[in-house]
């Protein structure tokens, strides 16, 4: 009998259990690779087997993103007065809009505006809230209250209604949609960083890096930081969806991107009332966000099997 | 004549509705034979007493209900707010006069009416013997106090502007005179004199948006009066019998009525209902009527399905809405203060391709102000004065103003919506496509909600907006004046106001009138006042089982069916007997 929880062994012979001497030496070498830490995450990730669905589907949507000029057969912008209302046939795979504009084009360049979207507002998450939570996290005291005060504050409001109030008084338009958006995403960040080093700050090692010498900068960069980059990693890759789920709201209410850049939201906003006829001008963009959502959550999920000390059981 | 209800004879019982326990039956006539007296708290209506005896082949009177469907408002009472009220609040009052499907003043409130010989002063004479249901006479001064309650400030009432040419109701709504002074007068209990600040033909037609309150109960009750069946007293056609908040509004007949628009209907049942069920719901046959089918109640997609199916295409009745939809543009200090760039911009668009498309061909192309079949409107005039579709002219008259190549750079605009439907959306990227590619301008489209727009307009802040005006009366000084300085753009034009001013004011020469609109309105094409591109297509569906004598095309060849306020459908209609039971 194998011991519980051991994994199951493959074996030349066959037979469950039965090590044969090569074989056992052959898992001894896998075992030792794995034990890496990046190998032993990607066992993890691997583990829940939705998580890399979701990479999939994220790698395909960066594929279309990045593509786009390349898979779209016709401009996302030009208007064929005469084509327009079309349904889906083999000139327009999902039809043309109300202007004559072939849909999959506009469909796949939206990957690109959700994809902007999302990475680049955790982007601005990621720097502001490490940058912030470590402060507040490693100097403690006056900062940390005023950074905390900060986040409280922020956070008091609902964060689509305030994206809404934000972008009422600026006006539509990319930059804004990623500023009303990035505005309350770095809380999330910022509030487990601080906590993580919270936790990690009295923690032997970091007591042991301190006697001999090393300065709060190093402490934080070479032996917080790394430390604690799992949890936050997970948080961003699950804020991802977030900020491209708020920008499809904010475009489908037809405060968000400013046409004619395509955004799937306001494509869903601009067909909604015509969805009983006009069926594919509704339910592509929505089926698309609805995929990116996934892809990026499920992505999430494995990741924090793989990355966050905490869900281990 | 097809309208025979005043010449038969009429008889009704009359109710002494609340307190009083008994209802007295006074007067015996063919068709009240039956019951003597009712008793009870409330006196149930009973069927085929108010209403005008119904032709042969119709649908008996306790089956005449009619429903229709749409969204909620506030108030039933139109001279508290214009923009929340429930419809059809008109059921409920009797406006000084009424419109007949002709857009003509019909006697309603009033019977009569002349002009004084100065043209300033109009009197009118009420029908004697109107009461409230609830006994109370209806007086000159219930109408004298429903203007005055207009131009109070404290009522807020939304569309002040509108009653602007009676004497002193714009100062009085500013406060800088006393609510007493507002021009209009009860000068005995049946006659009502309203005075204007200068002539103005049209007062006749503003005159039938006076929808008279009772003063004694809106004194009593405040502005919640028309919320309860036991407040909301009329003096219309329909008393409000029930008001189910978030289901449905129910007038039923009023067995007092005995005005002119007498209606067959012995109950209007309104529901409450998202546009988007309102045509589901006329599909499956809950409601026999889609009357407000401009308010994108029926979609393009909508129009599309009931296109593609013959039984419903025969109960699709469109008709050219006197509104119309264009481009205007921000005066001094914006590029658009050049008449080349306006010209440009003009040159640029192409109103046919965006009817075909974007609006699926529920629009007219416009070349002017003024909607074909509208009063002054000269569709010839205004295509011969218009600037045609024109990328290249257009291309150059842009590099003539020092803009595009070898120029500058032209400023970045954004085209402004207000509130904009998912249509009118797809509409301004159509504009920004055919901007882009004919005149390689990038605009931006942003859409702002009512308030922030309306401020923004009204301070000639916005450059670039796409805006609509609809119809109030039939008249041409109802859009004409959109467009005088100190109006609802910054464009300014000292021919075009004194033309307009001068037209405005003309009493008893309707062709004189209409010739100045035109020249007019032919300065406002010429000089871009605005860029004039569309004049929506308007969708009802009806049940084929409807009919009425006021159900046919009238004499601009509409056939159409039109809100109480408007016109007399709701009057005039009754069920056939080929309705399904």
Redo the contacts between chains.
Sequence with gaps: MRPAGAAPAPSSSGLPGVALPGTSVLAMGRAARESSPGGEAWRRFRANRLGPLGLVIVLLLVLLAIGAPLIAPYPYDKPDFGAAWQFPSRQHLMGTDGIGRDFFSRIVYGARTSLAIGLSAQAIALTLGILLGLAAGMRGGMVDFVVMRLVDAVWAFPRLLFAIMLLTVLGSGFTNVLFAIAVTGWIPICRLTRAQLLGQREQEYVAAARAIGATERRVARVHLLPNIMGPIIVALTLGVPEAIFAEAGLSFLGIGINPPIPSWGQMVGESVSTIRFYWHLALFPAVMIGLTMLGFVLMGDGLRDALDPRSRS | MHDDRRSKPFSRRILLQGSAATAVAIGFGQRNAASAATTGVAPKREAGIAAPELPENALPQEQQILRTMGREGRYLDWSKSVQQRQFESALITEPLVRRSENYELMPAGAESWETSDDNLTWTFHLRPGMTWSDGTPVTAEDYAYTVRRMADPETAFDVTFYYGSIKNFAEANAGTVSIEEVGVEAIDDLTLAITTAQPTPFLGLIAADVYVVPKHVVEAEGDNWSLDPATAISCGPFVLDKWDKGREVVFANNPQYDGPSAAHWNQIVYLIGA??AVF?AYENGEIDLIERGYE?VI????Q??IESDPALSAQLHTFPQFQTWWLAFGGEGTAFSDLRVRQAFAQAV?RD??V???L?NQAVAAYGLLAPGFHSSNTEKQKAAAYPYDPEAARALLAEAGFGEGGNPFPHY?LTLRD????V??V???I??ML??NLGIDV????L?RK?FTEQLNAYELPFVLIPWDMDYYDASNFMDVFVTGGRHAWSNADYDALVKEADGIIGDEAKRAELYQQAEEILIKDVGGVFLWHPVFTQLWKPYIEGPCLHENTYGILSWQAPEKGPQYFCTYFNNERPA
């Design positions: 546009d988007e589901p994108q979609s393009p997609a909508d599309a399905r192409d391709a965006i075909n498309s974007a699926r954004d904009p439907s998912p249509t959306q797809t301004a990227q159509a920004q496509a882009k590619e931006g489209i942003q859409s909600e922030s």
